[in-house]
């Protein structure tokens, strides 16, 4: 076999792969937007079977002697290339350990399984959750022995979320950022709050809808490439660089929900647009990391949506929208509003101090389930005890509590600490950036086009071509997660006058 | 190999077929519905190797020699395994004669072509659609050849849809049902038309949503497994018999529109959700031919809906919904409105009695496209001279004239004959139910129960079981097209009371 020949196979491979994740996607994207309610069964059969095959192409050992080959002949073949070899090499290996058969039971199972949640948080029912969560976890373990043997259970899901990271690595990471916040949160616990009660008046989901609009505008998203639906739980899904979607959730009684949502999966929207031309239809397509995805996310959304110039910025047409909502207010005080730090319920209507806390509980409770010293029936309970000694909050029911998040529906066990690390990541690249450039002149006129612009050279044209620790070495030097604990203490002592 | 092995093997092949189609309907169903407008590429690419894989899938000569092996033993299956085996050699048949790559090309082109069509349709430029409708024509003839090598390509196309159908039985039946009905048309000419202008006054979308929920609950679509959206052109679309979507448009200045569409495409549903559960995830699942699904979609629009019996019964929540703009109008008004019969350029929003005007152009176009003794370039002049010819109307612009419909688009050619022939299935239908029980005192009080029983006893149930002739003779014995026009006649002959 000639290496040309090699490459054109390994192509060929990886565009299928491609079609199978656009299946998956198109399939999912229509469960959790117009699909009727009771229409699972149908939908699982054809997923498990679409996995399965996808599975039985990429496992079959002629992929694992192709890789090989062209591992051998790596001096001949290009930078992308050779990254593309190197990561499905990674995946082969893995995948090749996961019988095709228990690949497509998983597929099957988180297809049902989301299904599942919805009803149960909707009733708040954990009860009717828990046997497939039992399931969920059993697989995660037992893949986790497929992912790395060596590794212990959760140490290889993690890796998965975020190349090179571990318990040990996040134990200390997280000890770091409690130590330095929680006096901030205590300190704060003394402090008045600020009024936000305009923020819950009644805004009508049509006006929130031109809100959105009026978002993706600011943040340059082409809806010609990027559409905006409306899910239960917000998200970002890509099919390609030409082709994202986000999805956002109304609540009429709070402004500030979906507007952040919108943001924040803008932001994933923004990354995923950027990538590069020459790596689609590639494994290397796509955000390189949960951890880096989610710094871009919670870049736009909290460095800069939840800042005083952005903020003067887009005031102006909130008023507009929402005239008698906000009579009286102004952008100081909104600023005040959205940035309130409070220990509360709702993980994705945290705000930036004590967001890390609300992570940490369910860090704890992955740790336990999937190390096994946790039993699936024992989360609530669990789950209670955590939010009152980290966050000192009584957790009314389950659908505020341990139901809130679609993450385990979907099996991602080892997710969550991506949202801390990215938060990390971003409060570095933004030191970086603000030593580089004029950064809040423009943001305050509500150009964010020299951030994007940053952000795409620095971070997302590479997509995969990188890794996690290279993107983030590349765009601001060696990780060091007390730039972001020193900026939260900063903002919120000088937001609370500590 | 034993038998039971061999049918073993012929599920799981069906089921994976299953998975491929859901995966592309899923696609088709974003493309048409939420996806953002310039994202047919990636999708394009995902769909034509999605087409690819499924197509080398079945036309594997392991497949043919399977299906060999269980013909040979035929008297060993039960009578679906046989249908399956049957209908599955004929496909397999075909396919096997279409090179995987032409295949991949062809799914690739309809996807593009959609999207082409769409744009084309909106700035009524035919010049744009022309080159994607020259490569569709060519491929159809193409397939045509492959599908049918001993038969004509228009025969073997519209073998296709109407298994047994052939231009000489149609020439037959459209001439039949011309010389009947055209005299009818003459004579209306002459007679005073009834007022229909409330049904274009300004009917806002909101209220039409409202019209469609209550008439989707008049024909019994259980919410949970049938749900509706809006598109461009409305259409079903068919995960399983528990899965199923249809689609209609608001024209916000025409509430007949909307209305006979979600009837319309309602009737499909009901079809596809009465099947039964023994043959789903097979090659028997879904409607039997598309002359019998239109023979049920135009029985629920036609034959029911614009019967003075069924407007009586849902008239009052018209009323409700709209009251200003059906002020002073009364449901035999109503009824008057929705049957008159005039000649007009729009296929979808034609009346019952000069609707089959409308297929025999496209009849007349696509036996000479695909016969080779029309080119494109000459489509839109023949479409204006034969719409001027047979309906006596001018066409101001291809928006109105030969773009109005999607089929071509997605490469269906000799699907347009089906509405006629459903369209006379139907009214035989009717007639063998009036004679076995009563149907209009139920449908007077907005009861399709007993309609929608006898339907899914004498046709849905079957899905592909039985072939589209036999579905037919079992309803309501030998085709007999002068029970449709005979029913026509007498029907507009009361209506204007010649």
Known sequence: MEVKEALERLDALQKKMYAYQCAASSLYLDSVTVA????????????????????????DPEVGKLLDFLEERSGELTFPQRRQVEELSRRWKQMSRIPTDEYMEYAQLTNEASDVWHKAKEQSDFASFRPV???????????????????????????????????AYLDKFFAAVRDKLVPVIRAIGEKEQPDDSFLYRYYPAQGQRKLSDYLMEVLD????????????????????????RITTNYDEHNVASSMYSV?????????????????????????????????QSRFYENLIGRSLPFIRAVFPKLQELFPEQLEGVNAEQFYRAVNKAQPSLIRIEADELTYCLHIMVRYEIEKQLIGGTLEVKDVPETWNRLYKEYLGVDVPDDAHGCLQDSHWSGGSFGYFPSYALGSAYGAQMLRNMEGE???????????LSQVSAWLKDKVHQ????LTPAQVVENACGP???????DYLVKKYSELYQL
């Open 36 to 59: 009727p309610k009771n229409t699972a069964q149908g939908r699982g059969v054809a997923l498990g079977i679409l996995a399965g095959e996808e599975h039985k192409l990429f496992a």
């Open 133 to 167: 969560l039992e399931k969920l976890v059993a697989f995660n373990r037992k893949f986790a022995g497929y992912y790395d043997p060596d590794k212990a259970p959760y140490d290889a899901l993690l890796n998965e979320y975020e190349r090179g990271v571990d318990m």
């Open 221 to 244: 998203l082409d809806r010609g490439h990027c559409g905006i639906g409306e899910t239960e739980h917000p998200f970002t899904l890509n099919f390609n660089n030409q082709d994202v």
């Open 263 to 295: 943001i924040h999966e803008g932001g994933h929207a923004r990354y995923e647009l950027n990538i590069r031309d020459d790596i689609q239809y590639t494994c290397l397509a796509g955000g390189v990391s949960m951890g880096v995805h989610e710094s």
């Open 437 to 447: 450039m004029d950064v809040w002149g423009p943001v305050s006129r509500g150009d």
């Open 462 to 465: 590479y997509g995969g071509l």
């Open 479 to 485: 990780f060091d997660p007390t730039v972001y604990t």
